[in-house]
């Protein structure tokens, strides 16, 4: 899971921060956490998306403008690939069963598409010969 850590310094008097992000530098964006300290984190991050981060402060008086922004890009996950994988036994016969096994980097499950598998041809009725 990916998500962005935020702290910054404490402002006299402050009770409140609101932390907003925006995808634009400059902007004020969209009010992502709201908290009594100094410090948020951000779970609704996208890797490898740049994000603009700014605060404001209130108290009872009312809420600051918003901060010098900085910047973040979320790093992007690591490609998920299958390493390997190999059928036992690796000729399959109809009716047999199948064992699959495989391996994976930077993966947690694997889905399998596209699976078939095939009905029992119908016999005809009647004495085997």
Known sequence: MSYVSITWSASVGATQYTVYRSLVSGQRGSAVASVPGTSAVDTTVVPGTTYWYGVTASNVVGQSPLSLQASVTVPALPAQTITSFTASPSSI????????AWATANATSVRLNNVVVEPESPRPAGPTP
Request: charged fraction near 0%; proline fraction near 0%.
């Open 93 to 100: 016969v109809s009716g047999a069963l199948v064992t699959l």
